[in-house]
């Protein structure tokens, strides 16, 4: 059963909503971008031990979100179940931000404690906050179009803060380290968490939840789990989610050292960062226009079938044609932009599937366990980068060996180009249509209607009854 709406979203309320994946990219994109160079460069950890700490500290965190998801989808205020903790998870977050940039004056073993107790810290917060934000997408409208255009809001936001995060973080904490290179870390992500802040509370005061569970449903957290395990949709998903990710996350954070060690250009690492995700905003821009031709399942296939063929002709590119690797990342950028808005989008379907086929809604449950699916593909991907590095005897802040450099290269090109074409075959398998959408949809409406008329049925025999009494 589902409340069904489909409300015609505002553009106030859409770009209000973006404003949450804007704040929440002055975290991941750094974590993206910068967080493992740091760790190596900054921090002065060894790349095997970064490694095996993000392989960890992720796979603790990722297991956080269905647990996160199902509180969520329990909680009941006078502003919602989702739109609360935009406001509830912002000094945690800001706390762990700065935290976990803090370089202490430890041991190695102490540094290295350190960087994990902070980094758990770090994405525990994330999750607090960022997985009611993704379930949010799932009940402010049921329109399928509109959840789209909603979700190229979304990652318009998301790529275009990412992108000046990606340009202006080297330049700040340059700035604010004024030659303090761990000073300025901490004073950088003290200013991104100001303004992450402000952000949040935007989304929060802009929103509005429409959908709503039926009235007296109370689900056991082990069914939310068992309905995940029978919705066929969403474990393709997932496992595309994962391995899209793992493409994603060793491109971007092996272009830091790609640049730094392999092109010796380090001062570019900041432009082709934002090129690359003013790149991933204009592909999201477009998304509306692109399914309007072709269906979500076709329109990915083509995507990362690009992306697969663009990242292996990376490979061959010499280390001083600078246009052409950022030619090439342009492409790549326009290729994956629409992959977020549809994926998301895809996940809302899902949710309504869930509840089609269970009689159960749970749209948090099925955006954190998508979350799961990211964060278990970073994880993977960021300690294949650490254990790739140490192997091929890559050492922080010297020239590097052919053979580290060689690492750095297939890490940027040929290895991730492999993921984005074993997601091609993952995408084939998906099984939900446009067609069969607008039956669940209209199904779910139908049942919706009769359980009112029925609940109006009740009352009204109720008022009788006590009128003769």
Same mark, same amino acid.
């Given at each position: 059963?589902?409340?069904?709406?489909?409300?015609?979203?505002?553009?106030?309320?859409?770009?209000?909503?973006?404003?949450?994946?804007?704040?929440?990219?002055? *975290?991941?994109?750094?974590?993206?971008?910068?967080?493992?160079?740091? @760790?190596?460069? /900054?921090?002065?950890?060894?790349?095997?031990?970064?490694?095996?700490? !993000?392989?960890?500290?992720?796979?603790?965190?990722?297991?956080?979100?269905?647990?996160?998801?199902?509180?969520?989808?329990?909680?009941?205020?006078? @502003?919602?179940?989702?739109?609360?903790?935009?406001?509830?998870?912002?000094?945690?977050?800001?706390?762990?931000?700065?935290?976990?940039?803090?370089?202490?004056?430890?041991?190695?073993?102490?540094?290295?404690?350190?960087?994990?107790?902070?980094?758990?810290?770090?994405?525990?917060?994330?999750?607090?906050?960022?997985? &009611?934000?993704?379930?949010?997408?799932? /009940?402010?409208?049921?329109?399928?179009?509109?959840?789209?255009?909603?979700?190229?809001?979304?990652?318009?936001?998301?790529?275009?803060?990412?992108? %000046?995060?990606?340009?202006?973080?080297?330049?700040?904490?340059?700035?604010?380290?004024?030659?303090?290179?761990?000073?300025?870390?901490?004073?950088?992500?003290?200013? @991104?968490?100001?303004?992450?802040?402000?952000?949040?509370?935007?989304?929060? +005061?802009?929103?509005?939840?429409?959908?709503?569970? &039926?009235?007296?449903?109370?689900?056991?957290?082990?069914?939310?789990?068992?309905?995940?395990?029978?919705?066929?949709?969403?474990?393709?998903?997932?496992?595309?989610?994962?391995?899209?990710?793992?493409?994603?996350?060793?491109?971007?954070?092996?272009?830091?050292?790609?640049?730094?060690? @392999?092109?010796?250009?380090?001062?570019?690492?900041?432009?082709?960062?934002?090129?690359?995700?003013?790149?991933?905003?204009?592909?999201?821009?477009?998304?509306?226009?692109?399914?309007?031709? %072709?269906?979500? +399942?076709? $329109? $990915?296939?083509?995507? !990362?079938?690009?992306?697969?063929? $663009?990242?292996?002709?990376? *490979?061959? /590119?010499?280390?001083?044609?600078?246009?052409?690797?950022?030619?090439?990342?342009?492409?790549?950028?326009?290729?994956?932009?629409?992959?977020?808005?549809?994926?998301?989008?895809?996940?809302?379907?899902?949710?309504?599937?869930?509840?089609?086929?269970?009689?159960?809604?749970?749209?948090?449950?099925?955006?954190?366990?998508?979350?799961?699916?990211?964060?278990?593909?970073?994880?993977?991907?960021?300690?294949?980068?650490?254990?790739? $590095?140490?192997? !091929?005897?890559? /050492?922080?802040?010297? =020239?590097?060996?052919?053979?580290?450099?060689?690492?750095?290269?297939?890490?940027?090109?040929?290895? &991730?180009?492999?993921?984005?074409?074993?997601?091609?075959?993952?995408?084939?398998?998906?099984?939900?249509?446009?067609?069969?959408?607008?039956?669940?949809?209209?199904?779910?409406?139908? =049942?919706? =209607?009769?359980?009112?008329?029925?609940?109006?049925?009740?009352?009204?025999?109720?008022?009788? +009854?006590?009128?003769?009494?």
């Amino acid at each position: 059963m589902l409340i069904r709406n489909t409300h015609k979203l505002s553009i106030s309320e859409k770009v209000g909503y973006a404003c949450g994946d804007v704040a929440s990219n002055f *975290y991941w994109r750094v974590f993206d971008v910068f967080l493992f160079i740091f @760790y190596t460069d /900054v921090f002065g950890l060894p790349a095997a031990a970064v490694g095996t700490m !993000m392989l960890v500290t992720r796979v603790i965190d990722a297991v956080s979100d269905p647990l996160m998801g199902a509180f969520a989808d329990r909680t009941n205020s006078r @502003y919602g179940k989702f739109r609360p903790y935009l406001v509830w998870g912002i000094l945690p977050i800001m706390a762990a931000g700065v935290l976990t940039f803090t370089v202490p004056d430890l041991g190695d073993d102490g540094k290295l404690i350190w960087a994990y107790f902070t980094y758990i810290l770090m994405m525990l917060s994330y999750t607090f906050i960022n997985v &009611p934000y993704g379930a949010l997408l799932g /009940v402010v409208t049921s329109d399928t179009k509109e959840r789209t255009a909603l979700t190229s809001f979304r990652f318009i936001g998301a790529f275009s803060g990412g992108s %000046l995060v990606a340009y202006l973080t080297p330049e700040l904490v340059s700035y604010l380290g004024q030659g303090d290179e761990k000073l300025g870390w901490q004073m950088t992500m003290l200013c @991104y968490g100001v303004v992450a802040a402000v952000l949040f509370f935007v989304t929060f +005061k802009t929103t509005k939840e429409r959908i709503h569970p &039926p009235k007296h449903q109370k689900t056991a957290v082990l069914d939310d789990i068992l309905d995940l395990t029978r919705n066929k949709p969403w474990l393709i998903l997932f496992a595309m989610a994962l391995i899209i990710m793992m493409t994603i996350t060793l491109r971007a954070s092996t272009g830091t050292f790609y640049f730094k060690y @392999y092109v010796t250009r380090p001062d570019l690492i900041g432009s082709f960062s934002m090129a690359y995700l003013l790149a991933l905003a204009t592909g999201a821009a477009i998304t509306p226009m692109l399914t309007r031709w %072709l269906d979500k +399942k076709t $329109l $990915l296939l083509i995507l !990362m079938s690009i992306v697969a063929v $663009l990242s292996a002709c990376f *490979y061959f /590119v010499d280390s001083q044609s600078i246009t052409t690797m950022y030619v090439l990342q342009i492409m790549i950028g326009l290729a994956l932009g629409p992959k977020s808005p549809i994926v998301f989008s895809m996940y809302a379907d899902c949710a309504d599937y869930s509840t089609w086929k269970n009689g159960r809604r749970a749209t948090a449950m099925v955006f954190s366990a998508a979350a799961f699916a990211q964060k278990l593909g970073g994880a993977i991907a960021g300690a294949m980068i650490g254990w790739v $590095l140490a192997s !091929m005897g890559y /050492v922080a802040n010297i =020239e590097q060996t052919d053979a580290s450099e060689q690492g750095i290269v297939l890490l940027m090109t040929i290895i &991730p180009a492999g993921f984005a074409f074993v997601a091609v075959m993952l995408i084939r398998y998906y099984p939900l249509s446009d067609e069969q959408l607008s039956k669940i949809q209209m199904e779910l409406a139908e =049942e919706t =209607e009769s359980d009112l008329q029925f609940e109006a049925q009740q009352l009204d025999e109720s008022g009788l +009854k006590h009128g003769r009494s």
